[in-house]
């Protein structure tokens, strides 16, 4: 290839470039970044059908988290989340972590929506 070809072509990738990146940063409000406000609003028969491990969904005061990534990474072991996984966790939740304001800071991360 030529040195004016090539020339040629990196300048048209160049000008694409801001484009392309600003394209890259858009996401989607299931996939939000921790503190954004998702908007979405889910059902409790659209939760159960999250009810497993690899797939994790639960209700936690009438918001919906997803909470798959969380599992693995639980403190106090994978059991006590997979059980809230396609349910309305809120009893379990609030019997281990009452007001600790710490726990709900880790849960809010995992906020997709509401409940309608």
């Known amino acids: 290839m030529s040195n004016r070809k090539s020339a040629t072509r990196i300048a048209a990738a160049a000008a694409a470039l801001p484009i392309a990146m600003s394209v ?5 409000a299931a996939h939000a970044a921790p503190g954004a ?9 659209q939760v159960k059908k ?3 491990a690899s ?13 798959t990534a969380w599992i693995p990474k639980h403190p ?6 997979v059980a809230m996984c396609g ?16 726990a709900k800071g880790v849960l809010g991360k995992y906020k997709i929506g509401t409940l309608k």
Do not use: Q
């Not at 890259?24 to 989607?28: D, G, H, R, S, V």
């Not at 106090?76 to 989340?81: C, D, I, K, N, Y």
């Not at 349910?87 to 710490?102: C, I, M, T």
């Open 24 to 28: 890259m940063f858009i996401a989607p």
């Open 37 to 45: 406000r998702p908007t979405a609003s889910y059902t409790l028969a």
């Open 50 to 52: 999250h009810n497993k």
């Open 55 to 67: 797939d994790c969904w639960t209700v936690v005061s009438k918001s919906v988290y997803k909470i």
């Open 76 to 81: 106090g072991g994978s059991g006590s989340v």
């Open 87 to 102: 349910k309305d966790g809120s009893a379990l939740f609030a019997s281990k972590h009452g007001k600790d304001n710490v």
